[in-house]
């Protein structure tokens, strides 16, 4: 059969769109890997609107749950498959997962983005052995130890409040001079005794044995190296758009992220001989040479007639070029792209 929609992802965006999919009786194929995105990972989270405090994991199972119970029989749930490909067919696209195909009409890429991998001498010999990436799963392991966090948003500031409830010690090392975190949070985790940030530093070198022992940084201002004695490292820097499916059916930007039109979040098809072609492509996917995302979605405005009108695929959350990533815009961006689906596909 040919679905009226292809939702790929299992976090925020891919869920209301879901939900919003089977109330407006859009017959939905849903393709996750797994629920709940990044915050899967987050202890506490405070700013999911109408739930003053929830966990991240606690989270993903209510997604999962108010999917369950407004899917039916309209949206039909893979869960546990990976989205491999999708390619552009007379009638729509199809949708690789594993041994699977699927075909649709529409298309909405939700499929957020991983972590980013600390890329230094000894971290990949000392991942799992000190050099961790999910504080609320490994945190607790590190009781009492001295540990580093790297990277100075919001996620890394999360992540040593969580490791403040048990470690000896937490020093926090950013790359930039300020921090991008939100104020509030900021302020709040600095203020714990055990708690210290160094900032303008560049990783150098992850040391140890059989586990980590140390992690070695410069100081950008000085130009001195610190050798840094702690257990664990705990690394927030950043995310890579899981969007390499993707990479020969819609436009990206240098880091893989789908170029959206923030107005509708209708993505750009690629022109055939681009599906088509084996060019290059970087580690998320992308093209090694495209337009700047400024140029990109201005084109994207600008082409009310073209390509971008009559492609048939959306992107919504972290795997887009939108300024901002939260929660609450990745589901508020779905719930416009599903909007503009269902006008799409009635309009027609």
């Not at 055990?194 to 070695?216: D, P, R, Y």
Request: glycine share 10%; net charge negative; aromatic share 6%.
């Amino acid at each position: 059969m040919t679905y009226d929609l292809a939702i790929i992802g299992g976090g925020p965006a891919a869920v209301a769109a879901g939900v919003y999919a089977s109330r407006k009786r859009l017959k939905t194929i849903f393709i996750t890997k797994e629920w709940g995105g990044q915050s899967t990972v987050s202890e506490d989270i405070q700013n999911w609107i109408g739930t003053p405090s929830i966990s991240g994991a606690k989270l993903a199972s209510s997604l999962k749950e108010h999917l369950r119970v407004y899917a039916g029989d309209i949206v039909d749930v893979r869960e546990g498959q990976l989205v491999e490909n999708v390619e552009k067919t007379p009638e729509g696209f199809k949708v690789t997962a594993g041994s699977e195909s699927y075909l649709a009409k529409t298309v909405l890429i939700a499929s957020g983005s991983s972590r980013r991998k600390l890329n230094v001498p000894g971290a990949e010999q000392y991942d799992n052995r000190g050099v961790v990436y999910c504080a609320s799963c490994d945190g607790p392991l590190f009781a009492d130890m001295d540990v580093a966090v790297i990277g100075g948003g919001n996620a890394g500031f999360e992540t040593a409040a969580q490791l403040l409830a048990y470690c000896k010690s937490v020093v926090l090392l950013h790359k930039n001079d300020e921090f991008k975190a939100d104020p509030v949070t900021v302020k709040k985790v600095l203020s714990n005794p055990k708690m210290h940030a160094v900032l303008n530093t560049e990783i150098l070198e992850v040391k140890g044995s059989q586990f980590v022992e140390a992690i070695v940084y410069k100081e950008k201002e000085t130009g001195n190296k610190v050798e840094l004695p702690v257990s664990g490292i705990f690394v927030e820097v950043g995310s890579v758009p899981a969007t390499g499916y993707a990479s020969k059916l819609v436009e990206l930007d240098k880091i893989g992220q789908v170029i959206v039109d923030p107005r509708t979040q209708r993505a750009r098809l690629l022109p055939p001989s681009e599906m088509a072609s084996d060019a290059r492509r970087g580690e998320s996917g992308a093209r090694d040479v495209v337009d700047t995302t400024a140029s990109a979605t201005q084109r994207l405005r600008n082409d009310a007639d073209g390509v971008i009108s009559d492609g048939g695929v959306w992107a919504a959350g972290d795997c887009t070029n939108g300024l901002y990533h939260q929660n609450n815009i990745a589901a508020g961006d779905a719930v416009k792209a599903l909007e503009d689906i269902y006008m799409w596909l009635h309009g027609k």
